[in-house]
């Protein structure tokens, strides 16, 4: 079985300030990771994908994370957040084996002036 | 992503009625998915289907059913809508073909569900 933990439900920056958001997971096997991202009224989009090539995965928008096999952890940062940036955002583990993907229950990031 | 579109975008029902929930891909992915997401919840999956011939429930199936019509098409259906299915859906596709990236899902825009 799989799961995933997101640590924070809501996150509020000031614009400029640097951007952490949260997840650890739990998986018997080396799991793909996912960040996914929801602005309001839209669907979801992919920001960035772990898949075992390299620990530290960049994603679009200035996004990235860090894979942390020890701490279990896929937390993702930005340096300098930006008013756009804010939305939902969906920490996601993936079962390769079903296809099947399970997803955190979301972190609300908020940007403020 | 506008390769994976659903209609309808938003639909008002009342308790009781049978609704259809339809998606369409053109990323000529074989496999699709049917989720629902509720505030607090993250997404949960109510179907998936790996092609045409196969349809798998997923951990929220009951209450629904689903039809796979074409590669490039996955319906879901309320049989009998109640209020707690009012929710936002989302349907999805991946790929299955080895070399290629398989566990990566493409979302569509939703279908935001009020059940009155």
């Known amino acids: 079985a799989q799961s995933v933990t997101q640590l924070d439900s809501h996150v509020s920056v000031s614009e400029g300030t640097p951007v952490l958001l949260r997840c650890n997971y739990s998986s018997s096997y080396s799991p793909s990771l996912f960040w996914y991202v929801q602005h309001p009224n839209k669907g979801l989009q992919l920001l960035l994908k772990?898949?075992?090539?390299?620990?530290l995965v960049k994603g679009i928008n200035g996004f990235e994370a860090e894979f942390k096999k020890s701490e279990t952890s896929f937390h993702l940062t930005k340096p300098s957040a930006h008013m756009s940036d804010a939305a939902e955002y969906f920490c996601?583990?993936?079962?390769?084996?079903?296809?099947?993907?399970?997803f955190g229950t979301g972190t609300r990031l908020q940007v403020t002036l | 992503d506008a390769d994976v579109t659903q209609t309808p975008r938003n639909r008002i029902t009342k308790t009781g009625k049978r609704i259809m929930l339809e998606c369409s891909q053109t990323k000529g992915h074989d496999r699709m998915y049917w989720y629902r997401q509720d505030p607090g919840l993250g997404l949960r999956l109510i179907y998936y289907s790996f092609d045409v011939k196969d349809i798998n429930k997923g951990e929220i199936s009951d209450g629904y059913s689903v039809s796979r019509q074409a590669q490039a098409k996955f319906s879901l259906s309320l049989e009998s809508a109640i209020p707690n299915q009012t929710a936002l859906y989302f349907c999805?596709?991946?790929?299955?073909?080895?070399?290629?990236?398989?566990?990566?899902?493409?979302f569509g825009p939703g279908t935001r569900l009020t059940v009155l």
């Open positions: 996601v583990v993936s079962d390769p084996a079903a296809s099947k993907l399970t």
């Open positions: 772990y898949t075992s090539a390299a620990t």
């Open positions: 999805a596709t991946s790929d299955s073909l080895a070399g290629r990236d398989t566990d990566t899902q493409y």
